[in-house]
């Protein structure tokens, strides 16, 4: 875990990753890639605020090939971002209907140095772009003579390898998520509801220093779970049940994603059937995550384990993916996905199998891949299941 859980990056820790992201721009054709999400924002700023929760104004980072980054934002931001490592702060008085940065943008676009006439945004995989769509049109023309092309591949290129600092934050908030975990037994009694469970959860996790708990599920079943996205609900724990917790919490911007299973008194020999055959399903999964591997490898390595004790689904679609920023980043661990595995890339490994019609158990760590071989972020989850009184 970090020694001090200070926040924040120094200026050489930016310096860093823009060098690395120009060296893929040009690999790549592109002039410049501009940004305008939270999280690719902050990748080479630094700048976080809490009005990304307000649509109404949009925010701009452009990195060019060469030279340092801009930042195109509105007014209201300047303060904040000029205490960041970024010099070159452009701003207008948003929020402008008629023109809300818009011009401001497709002019430093067309001042970027110009050697392929191409420039990358956020328009493919597992990328949004947060501006309107008849703004982004308008763009398109204002900067007519320059190609606006999606660089989304670059992008994930550029944040899938992960620096030592990057992976210090995640390995922090996985510490601190496994030891909220440890508590459970003696925080959640049979008879609580799984919103109750969940919100003694939530309360652990902060006082350990998690910044944010944006997603917690508990969802709870005889036996298991019929699905891990929703919840949770007013149910109440019975005798029986498994309850299933899974925790994107957050540090210092970066998310741990892993859960952990619990049985709510005794539950049946074919729930610790399940809950063994996983675990043993995690262990091979993080053991192939070696460098030279690919995520089909992974996906292949787990499933053949998961049919082997008797699995009839999973309606998860993969079986695990990459981490960081984003609670979800590509990788993903499934046939097709064919992704090399390198040093500093971060992973969840997470199997799961449907035993009976409704019942599911999944399985879910955090590792990161180095040239020696998997290093687990997490805290290994008990081989057997816990058990809640």
Request: aromatic share 6%; charged share 20%.
């Amino acid at each position: 875990m970090l020694k001090t859980g200070i926040h924040g990056f120094p200026p050489a820790e930016f310096e860093s990753r823009l060098l690395r992201a120009q060296k893929i721009l040009v690999e790549n054709a592109l002039d410049a890639v501009f940004v305008t999400t939270p999280p690719n924002i902050r990748y080479f700023t630094g700048f976080d605020s809490q009005f990304y929760e307000s649509p109404t104004r949009p925010w701009f980072v452009v990195v060019p090939a060469e030279g340092a980054p801009i930042a195109v934002i509105p007014e209201i931001g300047a303060p904040k971002m000029a205490e960041t490592w970024i010099s070159d702060i452009r701003t207008w008085p948003a929020p402008v209907p008629q023109d809300d940065g818009v011009s401001l943008l497709a002019d430093t676009l067309l001042a970027v140095p110009r050697r392929f006439g191409r420039i990358g945004t956020e328009l493919g995989r597992e990328m949004t772009l947060r501006m309107p769509l008849i703004e982004f049109e308008r763009l398109r023309a204002d900067v007519s003579g320059v190609e606006i092309a999606d660089g989304s591949p670059v992008l994930w290129r550029i944040r899938m390898v992960k620096t030592p600092a990057e992976i210090d934050r995640i390995r922090h908030i996985c510490q601190i998520a496994s030891a909220a975990y440890a508590r459970v037994p003696e925080l959640v009694s049979m008879g609580d509801s799984e919103r109750e469970a969940a919100r003694k959860l939530r309360i652990a996790l902060s006082s350990l220093g998690a910044d944010a708990t944006p997603f917690l599920p508990a969802i709870s079943g005889p036996g298991g779970v019929s699905q891990i996205v929703c919840g949770p609900g007013d149910r109440v724990l019975q005798k029986g049940d498994i309850l299933f917790f899974d925790t994107g919490s957050v540090f210092d911007g970066y998310f741990c994603d892993f859960d952990r299973n619990y049985a709510v008194g005794s539950v049946s020999d074919a729930a610790h059937r399940a809950h063994e055959a996983v675990w043993r399903a995690t262990e091979a999964g993080i053991a192939a995550a070696v460098p030279g591997a690919t995520t089909d490898d992974l996906f292949q390595t787990m499933a053949v384990r998961l049919q082997e004790a008797g699995s009839i689904g999973n309606n998860v679609g993969r079986l695990g993916h990459g981490l960081g920023l984003q609670l979800t980043e590509p990788p993903s661990h499934m046939p097709g996905d064919g992704t090399r595995l390198v040093p500093g890339m971060v992973l969840t490994i997470e199997p799961g199998m449907e035993y009976a019609p409704g019942k599911m158990v999944v399985h879910e760590e955090n590792i990161v891949v180095t040239e020696n071989g998997p290093d687990l972020l997490t805290q290994r989850a008990p081989r057997a299941l816990p058990t809640l009184s």
